[in-house]
């Protein structure tokens, strides 16, 4: 049987106002790899966006990215984010607004190793 990706949506075009945290649902990658997100802001969002993973799935550390992760800054940004050989089983994104409102659209891509 052959290598399938596989897409889950952390966040499906979620409204974003105000001075809110948007935290997507977890997503158990153990037994996946080449793991992406292709983040999409649409809208005058300025904040910032965290990658969080977890071993346990209840406690929730955000990664260090080295260049850092790109920020939305008052309008539209598409980012993809590679997050390939990362050590954790669960992975889920947070968003927190500063200003501004639009959407927030975050898709996970990850080839399935238990095939």
């Given at each position: 049987?052959?290598?399938?990706f596989?897409?889950?949506?952390?966040?499906?075009?979620?409204?974003?106002t105000?001075?809110?945290?948007y935290?997507?649902p977890?997503?158990?990658?153990?037994?996946?790899?080449?793991?992406?997100?292709?983040?999409?802001?649409?809208?005058?969002?300025?904040?910032?966006?965290?990658?969080?993973?977890?071993n346990?799935?209840?406690?929730?550390?955000?990664?260090?990215?080295?260049?850092?992760?790109?920020q939305?800054?008052?309008?539209?940004?598409?980012?993809?984010?590679?997050?390939?050989?990362?050590?954790?089983?669960?992975?889920?994104?947070?968003?927190?607004?500063?200003?501004?409102?639009?959407?927030?659209t975050?898709?996970?891509?990850a080839?399935?190793l238990?095939?």
């Amino acid at each position: 049987m052959g290598t399938r990706f596989l897409p889950f949506t952390q966040f499906n075009a979620q409204a974003v106002t105000g001075t809110n945290t948007y935290t997507s649902p977890s997503t158990d990658i153990n037994q996946l790899a080449n793991v992406g997100l292709d983040v999409r802001f649409t809208g005058t969002m300025t904040g910032t966006l965290s990658v969080l993973c977890s071993n346990d799935n209840v406690v929730f550390t955000a990664l260090t990215f080295n260049p850092a992760l790109t920020q939305p800054t008052g309008s539209n940004l598409n980012i993809l984010i590679d997050c390939n050989q990362i050590p954790f089983r669960y992975i889920q994104t947070q968003y927190t607004n500063s200003s501004g409102s639009g959407t927030l659209t975050v898709l996970l891509t990850a080839k399935d190793l238990g095939s």
